[in-house]
């Protein structure tokens, strides 16, 4: 391989002024840890387009490589776990945010950050998953353990036309839930009904102040928005019923009451994908490999090239960006 690559780097100059760059570095200018990694796939995730044009905090260290998860092949490694040639994937771990990430063709990282990638997938049908699919899986898994199964009744998804939600989707239907999607992009109709939901509502319906309790709509569901929207969904979900949080794209904010909770025993699951322990990360991609169809995952997902990146990370913050998009390293 060459002695340079090319990356994308975010510095910040005296003034704490934000810019982004397409420059070369060497295998000597990676950050300390014991696998490296030929990056052959990474992808586009909501965060990563908070991290390039700087509209919320996720860089905590500059300057820095963005890109908080890859698919590659181990060039070299220390650890145990791992050879030179093996397939691998890395999700979280404060990488693209603390720690050189993706957005460069080779990563050097911790091998306990790494997963093995699943025989039924390639590089790119991890990265078409990515970050925002695992975290639907999560969500998946959450809402089976506490019982929320397609017996029990609808389950919706909000911002179901993102990452997140395009792949909650296409995983709930397969498993035989009644999908009730939710968008504010009416002309994703089609999209999200061929990805398997059952039901579109419109964004609107859930973003007027929360009623402490409104009419049982659904037994659970997997929230990508926050704020007004995730309060809604509290106040609609049936007796015993789960909503699954997993993201912030309306908010950071919860402007709900104690009444779902209370009154209707409703629990609100968090999801972490950053920091989930191994095991539960392991268990996640053998179900992806399972339970998602990877004809949906061709449809859900587009493919750009490394040149492509910083455009799409604008583009994804301002909403422009339908399902996922995988960069071709």
């Not at 911790?110 to 997963?115: N, P, S, T, Y």
């Not at 939901?197 to 929360?210: F, G, M, Q, S, V």
């Not at 904010?253 to 191994?278: E, H, N, T, W």
Request: aromatic content about 6%; glycine content about 12%; charged content about 20%.
């Amino acid at each position: 391989m060459p002695d340079t690559f090319k990356a994308i780097l975010v510095s910040r100059d005296e003034d704490k002024k934000q810019s982004v760059a397409v420059t070369e570095l060497s295998e000597a200018d990676l950050m300390e840890g014991d696998v490296t990694v030929a990056v052959e796939a990474t992808t586009v995730n909501y965060k990563d387009g908070l991290a390039i044009t700087g509209k919320a905090p996720v860089v905590r260290r500059w300057p820095l490589v963005p890109g908080i998860d890859f698919a590659g092949t181990v060039l070299s490694s220390d650890h145990a776990d791992w050879r030179k040639g093996d397939h691998v994937i890395l999700n979280g771990w404060g990488v693209g945010e603390t720690h050189y990430g993706a957005y460069a063709e080779r990563a050097r990282v911790k091998g306990d950050w790494l997963v093995p990638l699943p025989e039924s997938i390639t590089a790119h049908d991890a990265m078409a998953v990515g970050t925002a699919g695992y975290t639907a899986m999560l969500s998946v898994m959450a809402l089976e353990r506490h019982g929320i199964v397609p017996q029990r009744g609808p389950v919706i998804v909000t911002g179901a036309a993102g990452g997140v939600g395009s792949v909650a989707v296409a995983i709930l239907s397969k498993l035989g839930y009644h999908v009730i999607a939710s968008t504010g992009r009416a002309s994703e109709e089609a999209y999200l009904r061929d990805l398997g939901a059952a039901e579109i509502i419109a964004r609107d319906e859930l973003t007027d102040p929360a009623k402490p309790l409104a009419k049982e709509r659904w037994a659970g569901g997997v929230d990508a928005v926050g704020s007004t929207t995730l309060a809604n969904v509290l106040s609609m979900t049936a007796y015993g019923g789960a909503v699954a949080a997993c993201g912030l794209a309306g908010g950071m904010d919860l402007p709900s009451s104690v009444a779902p909770f209370i009154l209707r025993g409703v629990s609100l699951l968090g999801i972490d994908s950053v920091m989930a322990p191994k095991e539960v990360r392991l268990d996640a991609w053998r179900r992806i490999g399972r339970d998602l169809d990877l004809a949906k995952l061709k449809a859900l997902s587009t493919t750009i090239g490394f040149d492509d990146i910083i455009g799409a990370a604008t583009d994804i913050v301002d909403g422009k960006i339908r399902g996922r998009v995988v960069v071709d390293m």
